[in-house]
């Protein structure tokens, strides 16, 4: 199964759930990510029960915090 993670090629044997591609592409602090796939932000509360498949371009994204002057 070939997906695009965070712009890079990916496969992987069969389809996974976003909590278990989380560790299989080791992904920087798993509990802050937010993550897109096919376009759309998936809650977290779903990445458990929600599976990727062939083809699928899955974004971790990682939002820092700023201060202002």
């Not at 890079?8 to 592409?25: D, F, G, K, N, R």
Request: hydrophobic share 40%.
């Amino acid at each position: 199964m070939k997906l695009t993670v965070n712009g890079e090629p990916l496969e992987i044997e069969h389809p996974i759930s976003l909590e278990e591609l989380l560790v299989v592409a080791k992904a920087e602090q798993p509990e802050y990510v937010t993550v897109e796939l096919n376009g759309e932000f998936v809650d977290h509360a779903g990445f458990a029960s929600t599976r990727v498949q062939d083809g699928d371009t899955v974004e971790f994204l990682y939002f820092m915090g700023g201060g202002a002057r």
